[in-house]
């Protein structure tokens, strides 16, 4: 609760300083508007705008019409990524079902691209970290100040830059963040590195095993 509150102070703050919302221009010519006119016109908008919606909706709808289909490959993804860390008794599991997303999302043609930037990010911010965590070692209070600059590189590298820097740079703070919590040193980023590569196994063989309904339209 405390980070979601400060996590919403902060957008908010940042996005009104640097002028990404206007009041004025959210409501263009209210004033100008006669208070009856724009009750009335106001009931004729929203329903204007409900038709709307729904016919987007519907649009977007018959664009994918096998969403069903790709909706259940994604659960299967994830029910394997689950089993897999359950059985092996594997830490911190859940890397292994965030691993598949990537993966996941990508289509048929990109998918073992997708994977192989995925693979060499974290193998990246593996080696990067290994080298943070070698000159910081167990002081945790170092990591404390690392942890706000490594935050803001992993965000703007994953949008400015592409998805391998990005992915380098996350992998850098899940080490730092793990080494506040506890002390796990450089073994951090290898349980990553393990967790990402199942993880993305996973989704790059269900791909070719089971391609999304929509690339097999094509195929076909």
Not at 49 to 65: C, E, F, N, T, W
Not at 122 to 146: D, F, K, N, P, Q
Not at 174 to 203: C, F, H, K, Q, W
Request: net charge positive.
């Amino acid at each position: 609760m405390l980070s979601g509150v400060a996590a919403l102070f902060v957008i908010l703050t940042t996005w009104i300083a640097f002028g990404m919302v206007n009041p004025a221009q959210s409501r263009p010519h209210v004033a100008a508007v006669p208070a009856l006119a724009l009750g009335v016109r106001s009931a004729s908008w929203a329903g204007q705008g409900l038709r709307g919606r729904l016919r987007s909706i519907q649009a977007k709808l018959d664009a994918q019409p096998h969403w069903i289909a790709n909706s259940a490959r994604a659960a299967v993804a994830a029910g394997l990524a689950v089993l897999i860390a359950g059985v092996f008794k594997l830490e911190h599991g859940f890397w292994i079902a965030l691993g598949i997303l990537p993966v996941l999302r990508a289509s048929d043609a990109t998918g073992p691209r997708t994977f192989l930037q995925e693979q060499g990010g974290t193998l990246a911010g593996c080696i990067i970290s290994a080298t943070l965590v070698a000159l910081v070692r167990s002081h945790r209070e170092a990591y404390w100040m690392v942890i706000p600059i490594v935050a803001f590189v992993a965000a703007y590298l994953s949008t400015a830059v592409g998805f391998l820097a990005g992915q380098a740079a996350f992998t850098l703070f899940v080490v730092v963040l793990l080494n506040i919590l506890t002390p796990l040193g450089y073994r951090a980023g290898l349980m990553r590195v393990e967790d990402i590569a199942i993880g993305g196994t996973v989704s790059l063989v269900l791909g070719f095993v089971y391609p999304t309904r929509h690339e097999l339209g094509h195929k076909g």
